[in-house]
């Protein structure tokens, strides 16, 4: 029989519920959760109220930032028209654009595949983006942390690029809505590991409403709002095989495999677009 880790020459059958110590009789302290040694006693759980619990979304701020100095940047603060200067022509999505074998990812431009997701058509549109983000942002960034974050919103990202060069590969595309896309499939996924109905959280309703807009409307790229809510269902369902293995490290791996292939399977579709010989036209990723 085992004896107390304080008193040796004690026998004894009782085990401190926290640290698993024998314990006797004389070294017992009685709790809700069971007996606990002396030690383990004088601990108290840190009281936590909503007021030190509650932090700022710093990530989702800071991609706020960065798609605001973005617009800014294009020159363009009219509610709905288009951006003419450098920063939005050769940072927009684009395939390939037949007769100019210098434009387009296709032809090495492999950055619009990311920095298309910082531009915007207009006021209307960044304003709309922004405001999903934020209010997103403050649901998933505290409960998954920084990094998960962040991870999932660039997988969104990029897989919005790669659906939206598969459905028109030879259209400028823009837009944070592939992205946001994502991080309401992420939010639906996280939801769904919790048991909280989806439909009844209203992430389900707005994703349903944002797909029929996208289809229906003229001027929005359903490719890249279906292509990123793909891709953050899949970020966030491999941030959870990581939870449940306990393996940070399998998780953000997983993320990092998915980022790569959304990324190569862009520059595949955008090559596979030089073959089609179809004219440009604009289409621009909306939100509105």
């Not at 800071?62 to 939005?88: C, D, H, P």
């Not at 983000?133 to 409960?143: F, H, I, K, S, W």
């Amino acid at each position: 029989m085992a004896t107390c880790y304080r008193h040796p020459s004690r026998e004894t059958g009782v085990s401190c519920s926290s640290c698993g110590r024998p314990i006797c009789p004389d070294c017992m302290t009685t709790t809700p959760v069971g007996m606990r040694c002396p030690e383990c006693s004088r601990q108290r759980t840190p009281v936590k109220t909503l007021r030190s619990t509650a932090r700022q979304p710093e990530v989702t701020l800071a991609l706020i930032a960065v798609n605001v100095a973005a617009f800014i940047a294009e020159g363009n603060l009219t509610l709905t028209g288009r951006a003419s200067n450098s920063v939005f022509e050769k940072g927009a999505l684009l395939g390939s654009l037949a007769g100019h074998p210098d434009q387009g990812v296709a032809h090495g431009q492999w950055w619009r595949v990311i920095t298309s997701g910082f531009l915007h058509q207009g006021l209307l549109h960044i304003a709309f983006n922004m405001y999903v983000l934020y209010v997103l942002g403050q649901m998933l960034e505290p409960a998954l942390g920084r990094l998960r974050f962040a991870a999932i919103y660039f997988i969104s990202l990029l897989a919005g690029s790669l659906g939206a060069l598969i459905v028109a590969p030879h259209s400028l595309t823009v837009g944070a809505s592939g992205a946001v896309f994502g991080l309401m499939g992420a939010a639906a996924v996280e939801m769904r590991s919790r048991q909280i109905p989806v439909m009844q959280s209203g992430v389900g309703g707005l994703i349903v409403i944002n797909l029929i807009i996208s289809f229906t409307l003229p001027g929005i790229s359903w490719g890249g709002h279906v292509g990123g809510l793909i891709g953050g269902a899949l970020a966030a369902s491999a941030i959870q095989l990581g939870n449940r293995y306990r393996s940070q490290l399998l998780a953000l791996s997983t993320c990092l495999l998915l980022g790569a292939c959304a990324f190569a399977g862009s520059l595949v579709a955008a090559h596979s677009s030089t073959d089609e010989g179809v004219p440009s036209t604009q289409f621009f990723e909306g939100g509105q």
